[in-house]
């Protein structure tokens, strides 16, 4: 099976971004994260990519929560996956702690959602128990991603046999759940990081933004 590509538009993206990608791209592999306005459009324009939401809330049922987007809303729209635990929202909103996560992903899988929980080098401690558990007893329905906070936005990436150690250390502790790579992937390093043994896939942030780059790292053909 193709390796898994993932886009993170985070805080980014024009309604003209949205007719680009939805017009070029198409692909079984290409899941796209998109901010939250833009995925409802995204699916009435194409059904030919997967989609993501950045986030859900902790809360599962409908209610009195002022700005928040539940796991059910979103599968309820035809999005497919969730990304949760994005290093970026645990530092800065603090809203991300272990325990939270652990909602958003226990709400993300009983939704129907498949759930790419990101995790940086301190993997052992984002994951608690608890996590560990829901990981396990769903492996089907949820995905790490690998995300060493120094790769993050930087343009540096560890050396490649670096992250084939995490990712066999990964594999091992969470009972060889699928996991992705992220951090300053981009269409020059793509193939190599993708060749790396047991990765399943790319979670891809800057590079996401440009259609020609997303189609040279899909035509790898990994
Ligand atoms: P980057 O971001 O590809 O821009 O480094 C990756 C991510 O934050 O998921």
Redesign the pocket.
């Known amino acids: 099976m193709s390796k898994l590509i993932v886009g993170?538009w985070?805080m980014n993206g024009t309604t003209d971004l949205v007719d680009e990608f939805s017009r070029m791209m198409e692909a079984d592999n290409l899941v796209l994260g998109l901010p939250y306005i833009f995925l409802s459009s995204f699916r009435s324009k194409t059904g030919k990519i997967k989609l993501a939401a950045q986030d859900c809330s902790i809360f599962s049922e409908y209610g009195s929560y002022t700005g928040e987007v539940s796991a059910k809303m979103l599968r309820s729209i035809g999005v497919e996956y969730v990304?949760l635990g994005?290093?970026?929202r645990r530092a800065l909103s603090l809203l991300d702690s272990a325990k939270n996560v652990y909602r958003k992903l226990s709400n993300a899988i009983e939704a129907g959602l498949i759930a790419i929980l990101?995790i940086d080098e301190s993997y052992d401690q984002l994951i608690d128990k608890n996590t560990a558990k829901l990981i396990e007893e769903n492996d089907e329905k949820v995905i790490l991603?690998y995300?060493p906070l120094s790769?993050?936005?930087?343009?540096v990436v560890p050396d490649i046999l670096e992250i084939a150690e995490q990712i066999v250390d990964i594999k091992e502790r969470y009972h060889g759940v699928t996991t992705l790579y992220?951090?300053?992937?981009?269409s020059k390093n793509a193939s190599e990081i993708l060749s790396i043994e047991g990765i399943d896939g790319v979670?891809?942030?800057?590079?996401?933004l440009k259609a020609a780059e997303m189609n040279t790292i899909l035509s790898t053909g990994l």
């Not at 790769?151 to 343009?155: F, L, M, Q």
């Not at 979670?203 to 996401?208: K, N, P, Q, T, W």
Request: aromatic residues 0%.
């Open positions: 993170n985070k990304i994005h290093s970026e990101c991603a995300e790769a993050i936005g930087t343009g992220g951090g300053s992937v981009n979670l891809i942030g800057g590079a996401s």
